[in-house]
């Protein structure tokens, strides 16, 4: 008997925690974006859309800036602002040259960002997932490693 009460505590323990530390769905790729690779790092989100000018002019500094920032715990990530999925979300991925992940999914309300119809624009939130910057329109890399130097430093 307390062996079916061991698993059925396990189970419920592991259903309980299921939300805590949920993945970010797919990415352009149809991969899963595990929740381990933003949660507890700086996370950049940008939103983009293929007719949006300063986009398409933004994502090479974005690009630049997520080299340059790539395994120091800071993370680049797009969202497309019309959400296009699946092959539409790969093929416009592909036509802008983004080589960051793209979420097929908005975490706007997850991250809890306020809604913002101008395009471009960028959020950078802390580790502990506290939005710290709001920055609308274009960006570069230099702009953006120079914001988020001042605010780790904050």
Same mark, same amino acid.
């Given at each position: ?6 698993? +059925?505590? +396990?189970?419920?323990?592991?259903? $309980?925690? %299921? ?8 990415? /352009?790729? @149809? ?13 950049? #989100?940008?939103?983009? +859309? ?11 500094? $974005? ?9 120091? %715990? ?8 019309? +959400? &296009? /999925? ?9 036509? &802008?040259?983004? %080589?960051?992940? #793209? ?25 502990? @997932?506290? &939005? ?6 274009? /960006?570069?890399?230099? %702009? ?6 001042? &605010?780790? @430093?904050?």
């Amino acid at each position: 008997m307390t062996r079916r009460f061991a698993a +059925a505590m +396990a189970i419920t323990a592991s259903l $309980l925690l %299921g939300g805590c530390g949920a993945d970010y769905g797919l990415d /352009q790729h @149809g991969r899963t974006v595990s929740a381990e690779r933003l949660d507890n790092h700086w996370v950049v #989100v940008n939103y983009w +859309a293929e007719w949006c000018g300063p986009c398409r002019t933004e994502i090479p500094e $974005l690009n630049a800036f997520a080299k340059q920032w790539e395994g120091k %715990g800071v993370t680049v990530v797009g969202v497309n602002f019309d +959400a &296009l /999925q699946g092959e539409e979300l790969k093929k416009a991925s592909e036509t &802008l040259g983004i %080589g960051f992940t #793209v979420l097929a999914e908005d975490p706007a309300e997850r991250l809890e960002l306020p809604h913002n119809e101008a395009l471009p624009v960028t959020y950078i939130i802390d580790d502990k @997932g506290k &939005l710290r910057e709001q920055l609308v329109g274009e /960006q570069t890399a230099a %702009g953006l490693s120079a914001k988020l130097v001042a &605010l780790k @430093g904050a």
